[in-house]
């Protein structure tokens, strides 16, 4: 069955950076665009950074726009984000997620949207200090 599994989070001070894994089994990875969203208490899960099989089909939300890198290795099934520059408002569960659904636009939030989710991750927790 589908597997996707997240680590590397943990807790970091502000202006400090993490890097995030996710391996996913099970599935035909390569064919599946890749996501990152996070969730805080009382919001709703909202989008981080998504990518397609090309390298250059990529979205960034606007608050973690020149902080964030998402990468995939489809070689070894895994998915990236390397985090930097964290700010104490970045803390969130984050979860990884592979979509089905191909986006309208790659310059919108229609590209890194919950409804194309097929598979999450369990999320790992990441906290920044100020």
């Known amino acids: 069955q589908v597997q996707v599994v997240e680590s590397g989070g943990g807790l970091v001070q502000a202006g400090g950076s993490l890097r995030l894994s996710c391996t996913a089994s099970?599935?035909?990875?390569?064919?599946?665009?890749l996501g990152w969203f996070r969730q805080t208490p009382g919001k709703e899960r909202e989008g981080v950074s998504c990518?397609?099989?090309?390298?250059?089909?990529?979205y960034y939300a606007d608050s973690v726009k020149g902080r964030f890198i998402i990468s995939r290795d489809n070689a070894k099934n895994t998915l990236y984000l390397q985090m930097n520059n964290l700010k104490p408002e970045d803390t969130a569960m984050y979860y990884c997620?592979?979509?089905?659904?191909?986006?309208?636009?790659?310059?919108?939030?229609?590209?890194?949207?919950?409804?194309?989710?097929?598979?999450w991750g369990q999320g790992t927790q990441v906290t920044v200090s100020s």
């Open positions: 997620a592979a979509l089905s659904t191909a986006p309208g636009s790659w310059s919108g939030v229609g590209a890194c949207g919950t409804r194309g989710v097929d598979y």
């Open positions: 099970g599935l035909s990875f390569d064919v599946y665009r």
């Open positions: 990518i397609g099989f090309s390298a250059a089909n990529t």
